[in-house]
């Protein structure tokens, strides 16, 4: 099996390129829309795409039986508020739509698209399965629905293709916001979320790529969405004291109510940040695992320490 993989230089394709090859996986094309000169070492396999917008420059790629896996994307930005929804529709959508329809005239096998927890809101009082209500409330997250969508209405009766939505995802190299949650932990000063104990689902980087090669060879065509998350949740008040534990301190977090909070990001303009901090997000991802036959292996708890260990052993080797 041929395996193409978009998006392989950021922190998902990264890990992913890392597990298939111990795996076996040989067979690895992966094209990139950066200029050659922007990413060092270059991965072996690498092809430049100028366009991911381009049908023809996807169809030129492309073969007959091939296993696309689609992480590219636009995330973990700040963008004009403006034109946010534009930009993120641009990066996100567009894109999927060419790799679809090249991937139809190619005789492709099946696309795998890596999709966002995010489709189905900031929060929910009820754990997310394949099945919830979709209702994204900002602009990246309406970007990924849509581009589900899209995906949808071009492979549906032509190739097979399978979505899977996914919650935050942590390592001891995650960018964005995990990053920075790590990075002010480690500067143990104190924190005002004692008392947010709403569950939040996460999911561990070495989980989350052994979910996308089980999916890969998943031969299942009557199931399209999938969920996946550890299989155990956090808050974020426990969540503060795991990684500042896994650091070798202890970290004062101040039990501010959390109702002052929502006041106090409210008045800052911060809502939807108030939302995905201190409202409950979980997954229940136990079909995705039930056909899979497997589970993750370790309890969260476990692995955010282990992530908080190698995040502070770096620091401290610089």
Known sequence: MRLVVTGSSGFIGRNLLVWLRQQGYNDLVLPLRKPASDIHPMPQNTVIVNDFCSVEQWAELLREGDTVVHLAGLAHQSLPVANAEQLFFAANVAPVKALAQAAVQCGVAQIL????????GSFSEQAITAQSETRPDYPYARSK????????????????????RIPLVYGADAPANFRDL?????????????????????IAI????????????????SERCFVAADRD???LSELIDILSGGMGHKVLNLAVPVGLLRVVFRLAGKTSLYQKLCLPLTVDASRTYEL???????????????????FSEKILSR
């Open 113 to 120: 698209f890596v999709s966002s927890i995010g489709v189905n």
């Open 145 to 164: 629905l849509q581009a589900e969508r899209v995906l949808a209405e071009v492979c549906e009766g032509h190739l097979s293709y399978k979505i899977l």
């Open 182 to 202: 790590l990075t002010l932990v480690s500067h143990k000063l104190p924190l005002p979320f004692g008392s947010v104990k709403a569950r939040k689902s996460f």
């Open 206 to 221: 070495d989980h989350l790529v052994e979910v996308i090669s089980r999916l890969i060879e998943l031969d299942n065509d």
């Open 233 to 235: 949740t956090v808050s």
């Open 292 to 310: 899979l036959e497997w589970w993750p292996t370790s309890a969260a708890s476990e692995k955010l320490k282990a992530v908080a260990r190698q």
